[in-house]
């Protein structure tokens, strides 16, 4: 089964080429990604108009390129997925509306690709994986612990009541006066700091409910740089240090508690696994294989280039729902919300 998925959520367009075999297991043919960074990065976030106008500017090529780097045909595939949202709404206009021409023109099914499906789904691609299994979503977007039950069964156990992680992350690193995305800046400047340096809060450690919030250590790092101003480099260091150390520990924290009620509802779990930009950050990484070694879980972190936003996850998931039968019609609608 080989399905073209599209992605355009967010900033990243991508077009990819995936065949599932029939043994369940997935192929990636190609998988072309643009990042739309250098576009951003002087307004420090995501704009949603310029994003939207560069996906419209791209997504041809980035389609072209993938049909021939998988050295396939329009009229070899079985199916177009395409990322139905949620994200950015004018930008998931463009890839499902893309999506849908082509399966109008050639005549095969279209797949209205919840995104955060796609995320869930993920390591199936990479690893043989049955369900049920234990998700950790961390994006610049969302954060998440998600009982993956089987495909179109999924319980959201925790999620995030105000900033996502990697928003935070984000945030931080534009207080700090870091480039934009702040992520793997902040993981950088960390690297040499020390995170003892300042106390900063664990927001909801210890609560039942495996739920996050970060917006409160936001606030305390924006306090502890106001009083330690002006910051020399190694004070920055040390603010990324301090913060990415707490965010580690309201990580371990929280997903403790994901795991002990995924316990306690459904059979134990047969892998933890993490998608997301934020699961490129080292830290957090190490702190997952803690986790899964306490627990004698198995961890799948599927390589970086598919934790973050791509075409062969939309691809893969779409493949995932075809093979059970289920297709979309060419009305279905682009949704800038739509809970997994
Ligand atoms: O999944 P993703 O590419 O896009 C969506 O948000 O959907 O995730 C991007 C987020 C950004 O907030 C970025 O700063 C964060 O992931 N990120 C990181 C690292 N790499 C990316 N955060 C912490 N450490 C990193 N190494
Ligand atoms: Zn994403």
């Not at 499906?117 to 234990?134: D, I, K, T, W």
């Not at 919030?213 to 910051?231: H, I, N, Y």
């Not at 707490?246 to 924290?253: K, N």
């Amino acid at each position: 089964m080989l399905v073209l998925g599209l992605e355009t959520t967010c900033d990243e367009t991508s077009a990819a080429v995936v065949r599932r075999h029939d043994d369940g297991h997935g192929e990636i043919l190609s998988n072309v990604v643009l990042s739309q960074v250098l576009e951003h990065a002087e307004y420090g976030g995501v704009v949603p108009e310029i994003a939207a106008r560069a996906h419209v500017e791209a997504l041809e090529d980035i389609i072209s390129r993938a049909m021939a780097e998988a050295k396939v045909g329009f009229a070899d595939l079985d199916a177009v997925a395409a990322a139905a949202g949620p994200g950015l709404i004018g930008g998931v206009i463009v890839g499902l509306t893309t999506g849908k021409a082509i399966a109008l023109a050639t005549g095969k099914p279209l797949i209205a690709v919840n995104h955060l499906e796609a995320h869930a789904l993920s390591p199936r691609l990479v690893g043989r994986l049955g369900f049920p299994y234990c998700l950790l979503l961390v994006s610049g977007g969302h954060t998440q612990i998600v009982a993956v039950l089987d495909v179109d069964r999924y319980e959201r156990l925790g999620t995030t009541i105000d900033d996502a992680i990697g928003e935070a992350f984000d945030k931080v690193a534009k207080m700090l006066s870091l480039p934009y995305p702040g992520g793997p800046q902040v993981e950088i400047a960390a690297a040499r700091g020390n995170p003892a340096r300042f106390a900063l809060p664990r927001p909801l450690l210890g609560r039942h409910d495996p739920d996050f919030s970060l917006s409160g250590l936001k606030t305390a790092v924006r306090l502890a740089a106001e009083s330690a101003a002006p910051l020399s480099d190694g004070d920055v260091d040390d603010l990324c240090a301090s913060f990415q150390a707490a965010v580690v520990d309201v990580v371990v924290d929280r997903l403790r508690m994901g795991l002990r009620r995924f316990a306690g509802k459904y059979n134990k779990p047969k892998a933890l696994v993490v998608a997301g930009g934020v699961g490129a950050n080292k830290a957090i990484r190490g702190a997952l294989d803690r986790i899964a070694a306490e627990n004698a879980l198995r961890l799948l972190l599927p390589p970086a280039a598919l934790c973050t936003d791509n075409g062969a996850i939309i691809a893969w998931a779409g493949a995932e729902r075809l093979a059970l039968g289920k297709a979309d019609e060419l009305d279905s609608p682009p949704r800038a919300r739509w809970p997994m």
